[in-house]
């Protein structure tokens, strides 16, 4: 076989994306916080793009008249003559002053004793990490008056507690015959100590441990609380209260008023302490009653207004600017006209969508989550005039506030089946209600999938079958009836 190279030439067709519209799909999908931050970027990394000031009216300005308004120009074509000199004589620069720069040596600037350093101000000015769970106890552990194996014992201990506080592997995995620090006998020492930590319940191998920890730090007495969880936890767990009163000889009262005190412990202490994962939401648009309308407005007035440098503007254009500098200011200049039309783009597109999810869901903002109607994506792009993917784009991660609360914009977008009146309802709006015959059932005799599905179809909403209903209650982390039931 033959191997050898040939030249043809092929017609196709093939879409390619211009930096242009990568970048504004970029800008339209980003949140308003992570906006904020994209744009402080580009003015630390743009020359040209500056932040617009709020200019003021000649009746505002105080003492303006026109030999003033002359003395002001003047100064501002001196102030542009002095910066193209500036240009000029940087332009002109040639070899001489590399090899100035290199008979005189490394250039350090000199450093006043009483001038602040940027870098630690920067540094102390900076958050701290939050310490960890692994860190806040090995600081305990420290101050533990314990043998030498017993501490190396509690050390290898703490590395295996995992977020939650819970000791993650048995203890016969951490004892290693062939390593002579520290015996299986110390490993039961040192969890006890462990066991004593702040916070309480940490170090626990199972929930019943951990509540048992927790209960024999309490100053109350909780002895009845504690022979409750040691001896009867599964039929806690399964909500046996009839058996466990039967069995201990007392009422259910006494066990519902233990089991309100034990509601107060920690499950998973761990999580006390900690980097802290939430992050902070800022919703992107507005929505306001009015007149029994429903105003729709953006919630950007943190966004810096931007413009392009009139400067920078002259001298890209002027003759005496050098070649090079001329490209950089130019390929700058578009830089910042682009991400200036993407913003507004942006402010276009989100505020139509926003408009038109008020639009279909009136009956949401009017009556609550009962109302809420199958909106799938595709027909507010046909109201818009934008795409489908435009439409999840603007969308995504994107929050409205409004008098419902602060809510994420696909919410409003899901699909549903139309009830025995012919009235569409979202698949939202069938969660709403099941939650809402939970809520209104006996506690005494909770109800079970069936019967709710049979309550659902009371309501007008029909087609749901009993595994349907058991999704949504999952989804709704609702337990079943039995764990429901209140003795």
């Known amino acids: 076989m033959k191997l050898e190279m040939q030249r043809q030439m092929r017609l196709e067709q093939r879409m390619v994306l211009a930096p242009r519209m990568i970048q504004s799909m970029e800008i339209l999908q980003l949140p308003i916080l992570a906006l904020q931050e994209r744009l402080e970027q580009e003015l630390n990394d743009n020359p040209v793009l500056e932040m617009e000031e709020p200019s003021m009216s000649e009746a505002e300005s105080p003492g303006s008249s026109d030999e003033e308004g002359s003395d002001e120009e003047l100064n501002e074509k001196e102030m542009d003559n002095n910066k193209s000199e500036d240009?000029?004589?940087?332009?002109?620069?040639?070899?001489?002053?590399k090899e100035f720069m290199n008979e005189s040596g490394s250039f350090r600037r000199r450093v006043r004793s009483d001038e602040p350093d940027p870098k630690l101000q920067a540094i102390k000015n900076t958050a701290a990490l939050p310490q960890s769970l692994h860190e806040y106890l090995m600081e305990q552990w420290h101050l533990v008056d314990a043998e030498e194996p017993v501490k190396k014992a509690g050390k290898a201990i703490i590395d295996y507690i995992d977020d939650r506080g819970y000791l993650s592997v048995r203890l016969e995995q951490l004892h290693n015959k062939e390593d002579k620090g520290y015996c299986f006998e110390d490993l039961q020492k040192s969890l006890g100590l462990v066991q004593k930590l702040e916070p309480a319940g940490v170090g626990a191998r199972n929930l019943k441990e951990c509540l048992l920890i927790q209960m024999s730090q309490i100053e109350e007495d909780m002895s009845f609380e504690q022979n409750l969880v040691s001896e009867y936890m599964n039929e806690l767990l399964a909500n046996c209260l009839p058996d466990i009163?039967?069995?201990?000889q007392c009422d259910i009262g006494q066990i519902n008023r233990a089991i309100e005190r034990m509601s107060k412990l920690d499950t998973s202490p761990g999580l006390q302490i900690g980097r802290n994962q939430n992050h902070p939401i800022s919703a992107d648009v507005v929505v306001e009653e009015s007149d029994g309308e429903y105003v729709v407005r953006l919630a950007d007035n943190s966004l810096p207004s931007l413009t392009v440098s009139k400067y920078y503007e002259k001298v890209s254009k002027s003759k005496e600017t050098n070649p090079k500098t001329k490209k950089f200011l130019k390929e700058k200049l578009q830089s910042a006209k682009w991400i200036i039309e993407a913003i507004e783009q942006r402010k276009r597109t989100l505020l139509n969508v926003s408009r038109a999810i008020v639009k279909f869901q009136k009956g949401f903002f009017d009556n609550g989550k009962l109302h809420l109607k199958p909106l799938p994506m595709s027909k507010v792009a046909d109201e818009v005039g934008v795409h489908?993917?435009?439409?999840?784009?603007?969308?995504?991660?994107?929050?409205?506030?409004c008098h419902r609360g602060i809510l994420p914009l696909r919410k409003f977008f899901s699909g549903g089946t139309e009830d025995a009146n012919g009235q569409a309802r979202s698949w939202e709006a069938i969660r709403a209600k099941l939650q809402q015959i939970i809520d209104n059932e006996d506690k005494?005799?909770?109800l079970s999938d069936d019967q709710i599905r049979q309550e659902l179809s009371k309501s007008g909403i029909n087609h749901i079958a009993r595994r349907t209903v058991a999704k949504y209650?999952?989804?709704?982390?609702i337990p079943a009836g039995r764990y429901r039931k209140k003795y």
Not at 91 to 97: D, I, K, M, N, R
């Open 388 to 401: 489908l993917a435009t439409v999840s784009r603007a969308v995504a991660g994107k929050y409205v506030q």
């Open 473 to 477: 209650r999952n989804l709704l982390n």
């Open 245 to 248: 009163a039967k069995k201990l």
């Open 87 to 97: 240009f000029q004589r940087l332009a002109s620069l040639g070899e001489s002053y």
């Open 444 to 446: 005494r005799k909770p």
